[in-house]
């Protein structure tokens, strides 16, 4: 049996794909018909946020229009926009999943997930060779 990729999370050999998190689970090579990558949803963080910023708006321009003083807004505008905006650009770019999708017994089937771009990627390369592997 050769080993591919051995991390903490997914190992990978010439047989097998073997996911640790968040349950083991152990998929055949053999049996993976096709296998493609899917991104995941931004998360509950990236929307509570999108609507808590359009909130924070949305409250800046009643202070705005009943004290009619700009000073007031710009302030109340900068203590939420600015950390929500952070936020929004913080989720968007690393909380986003990298999902590994296979057709196994004609249903599709989530194998293996991560955030983590580098894990992820080493390990749809090692199942790219042991797929290859078994191929030939």
């Excluded at 990978?12 to 053999?30: G, M």
């Excluded at 993976?32 to 924070?56: C, I, K, M, P, Q």
């Excluded at 194998?111 to 191929?135: E, N, W």
């Amino acid at each position: 049996m050769t080993r591919f990729r051995q991390g903490p999370e997914v190992v990978v050999t010439d047989e097998a794909l073997h996911v640790r998190t968040p349950l083991r689970r152990t998929f055949p090579v053999a049996e993976l018909e096709d296998t493609y990558v899917r991104r995941g949803s931004l998360g509950e963080e990236f929307e509570r946020t999108l609507h808590t910023t359009v909130s924070a708006i949305a409250l800046a321009g009643s202070i705005w229009s009943v004290t009619q003083s700009n000073a007031v807004t710009v302030v109340c505008l900068a203590a939420v926009v600015i950390p929500s905006t952070i936020t929004l650009i913080r989720s968007y770019r690393y909380g986003r999943r990298y999902e590994l999708w296979a057709i196994i017994r004609d249903e599709d089937v989530l194998l293996y997930c991560s955030t983590d771009r580098r894990a992820f990627h080493q390990a749809l390369h090692a199942l790219g060779k042991a797929r290859s592997r078994g191929a030939s």
